[in-house]
């Protein structure tokens, strides 16, 4: 099974500044890697798939790149309603595995 | 948009079967692969495997002895059962659409608590 390790745990950025997400694979997984946003109570919410590729409805500001072990996850400038939990999830390997996420917080 | 709701037991009792339910609204269970997803504070985000309306499905090698999936397109609804649970199977389960290998659309989730 494929390990995603996701880095920092937590990160702390002020309301418009910029802010990177790294996340990790234990093997290549190509460029099949999609993020999710999830808040408290809700479900996931896909932000971005085949790496760099934003789903309908996200807004430019959040950008995915990256191929074969290393992936980031960019904020231009940042939105409060940014603050989030932020996976990585990979599709490359059966079974599909995600990241243990990174906390995005307010400074 | 496709609309997805899970419903099901909030607590299951050690060495039963957990028996949940994903109702599809907005769109045919002909349209995507439907997957079930799991959410625990010790093993994060895992993914429990998926099925296609044909029948065809796949899942995660962990669990893969105790997991059935099903779907009655007459209903629009997906079904998961888990046999033989442990506290371990403790979490919040989603089901979750995608029509390539990412996860489009989620339901709201429903949480389970395995105790006697």
């Known amino acids: 099974e494929i390990v995603m390790t996701q880095s920092p745990a937590t990160l702390s950025v002020s309301p418009g500044e910029r802010a990177t997400l790294s996340c990790r694979a234990s093997q290549s997984v190509y460029s099949n890697l999609a993020w999710y946003q999830q808040k408290p109570g809700q479900a996931p919410r896909l932000l971005i798939y085949g790496a760099s590729t934003r789903a309908t409805g996200i807004p430019a500001r959040f950008s995915g790149s990256g191929s074969g072990i290393e992936f980031t996850l960019t904020f231009s400038s940042l939105q409060s309603e940014d603050f989030a939990i932020y996976y990585c999830?990979?599709?490359?390997?059966?079974?599909?595995?995600f990241g243990q996420g990174t906390k995005l917080e307010t400074k | 948009q496709v609309q997805l709701q899970e419903s099901g037991p909030g607590l299951v009792r050690p060495s039963e079967t957990l028996s949940l339910t994903c109702t599809v609204s907005?769109?045919?269970?002909?349209?995507?692969?439907w997957n079930w997803i799991r959410q625990s504070p010790g093993k994060g985000l895992e993914w429990i495997g998926y099925?296609?309306?044909?029948?065809?499905?796949n899942y995660n090698p962990s669990l893969k002895s105790r997991v059935a999936m099903s779907v009655d397109t007459s209903k629009n609804q997906l079904s998961l059962k888990l046999t033989s649970v442990t506290t371990a199977d403790t979490a919040v389960y989603y089901c979750a659409a995608s029509y390539y290998n990412w996860f489009d659309f989620w339901g709201q989730g429903s949480m389970v608590t395995v105790s006697s």
């Open positions: 099925i296609h309306y044909s029948g065809i499905t």
């Open positions: 907005g769109d045919s269970v002909s349209s995507y692969y």
């Open positions: 999830q990979q599709y490359n390997n059966w079974p599909y595995t």
